[in-house]
Every structure is written in structure tokens, then in C-alpha cells.
């Protein structure tokens, strides 16, 4: 790539580029967090971000480097309260951490955890089974709405993912819309 093509790139306007190129991955980085955290969507994004940091990198001359936390990605409890909960939070740091992040290599390393997350907590609902037509894998349950069914759940015996593909006791129907997308997504996207 040139500089002109860089600059054109980047909003055609040498005094703007900067300025052009924040906003630019600020949206992007908006779009990832948005999405559902899976490869085929995510990598398109991150190819953009990439150009851009490659045409910004040219003009300025310098590598764009930071730091970030890095944490370990991790559901190997059994509990569906306990892993429901962990992948909240790890899935909001780990937002947070994205958008606080200043360079590509930051940006892709993020974006990979949360797809490495979305799989994990999608290997622990699933269930080898015939699924039903209507499931969107993109439409996502209110995580309120979750945590309080799973904790009817609990009252009624049901504690792990065990009890919920044994069917043991009754599992509110958002458990089992649940259970149902990420066997889906995992059997789609993995």
C-alpha cells in the first residue's frame, strides 16, 4: 500500500487522519462487541481493523503497541448458576478490556478470547440431540431472565447440566431455548 492509498484510506484528508482512524476503530470494535462472538463473524471485522492499522502504521511510521490484562478463560464448573455467572463476567471484562485496547495485535488477541469464551460456555450446554427448526442462534436470552430462571431451577433440583440434559425435574423453557441455541451454535460454528 502507498501513502496515497493510505491516505485515502483513511478519510483522503492528511489533517483528519488520526481523527478518521479512531472513529473508525472505535466502530469496529463496537460492531465486535455487539456480535455474536463466533469466527465467521468476527473475522471480517478484524481484517478491516487490520488495513487500517497497517495504512494508519504507514503514515505515522511507528508500530501502535500497548498492554492489556489478560485473563484466563475458564467454565469447568458444573453448576449452570456458577457457569452462567462466570461467563457474564468474564464475557463484560473482556469487552471492557477490547475497548480500552490500542493495537491490532490487542484487538485480535481480545476478539479471540471471546470467541475461545462463547465455545466454552457453548460446550457445556450442549447436547447431542435433534433441535428443534426455529432456533436463531443469534437471538440471545436475557441474561436477567436466565439467571432468575435458573435459579427457579435450582429451587426445583435441577443444579447442573447434567440435570438439565437428563431432564431432571422441569426446566423452565428459557433453560431449554438456551441449551438448544448453543448446541446449534456449537454444531454450526465450531
Given at each position: 500500500m502507498s501513502k496515497d492509498e493510505a491516505?485515502?484510506?483513511?478519510?483522503?484528508?492528511?489533517d483528519y487522519i488520526e481523527d478518521f482512524f479512531e472513529e473508525q476503530v472505535f466502530l469496529i470494535k463496537n460492531q465486535i462487541i455487539q456480535s455474536l462472538s463466533i469466527k465467521k463473524l468476527i473475522e471480517?471485522?478484524?481484517?478491516?481493523?487490520?488495513?487500517?492499522?497497517?495504512a494508519y502504521q504507514l503514515l505515522i511510521?511507528?508500530?501502535i503497541t500497548d498492554n492489556i490484562e489478560k485473563l484466563d478463560i475458564n467454565l469447568d464448573d458444573?453448576?449452570?448458576l456458577n457457569t452462567v455467572s462466570t461467563y457474564q463476567l468474564l464475557r463484560n471484562k473482556l469487552k471492557l478490556i477490547l475497548l480500552n485496547?490500542?493495537?491490532?495485535?490487542?484487538?485480535?488477541?481480545?476478539?479471540?478470547a471471546l470467541i475461545e469464551?462463547?465455545?466454552?460456555?457453548?460446550?457445556?450446554?450442549?447436547?447431542?440431540?435433534?433441535?428443534?427448526?426455529?432456533?436463531?442462534?443469534?437471538?440471545?436470552i436475557d441474561p436477567m431472565q436466565l439467571l432468575y430462571d435458573i435459579k427457579i431451577y435450582?429451587?426445583?433440583?435441577?443444579?447442573?447440566?447434567?440435570?438439565?440434559?437428563?431432564?431432571?425435574?422441569?426446566?423452565?423453557?428459557?433453560?431449554?431455548?438456551?441449551?438448544?441455541?448453543?448446541?446449534?451454535?456449537?454444531s454450526k460454528y465450531s
Open positions: 491516505i485515502q484510506l483513511l478519510g483522503g484528508e492528511l471480517p471485522k478484524l481484517k478491516k481493523i487490520n488495513f487500517l492499522f497497517n511510521g511507528e508500530e458444573d453448576s449452570i485496547a490500542q493495537s491490532f495485535h490487542n484487538i485480535e488477541y481480545v476478539s479471540n469464551l462463547e465455545l466454552l460456555y457453548a460446550r457445556k450446554w450442549y447436547e447431542d440431540t435433534e433441535l428443534p427448526k426455529d432456533i436463531l442462534v443469534s437471538k440471545v435450582a429451587s426445583a433440583g435441577g443444579y447442573t447440566f447434567d440435570d438439565l440434559k437428563k431432564a431432571k425435574n422441569y426446566a423452565p423453557k428459557s433453560l431449554i431455548v438456551e441449551k438448544n441455541r448453543l448446541s446449534l451454535l456449537l
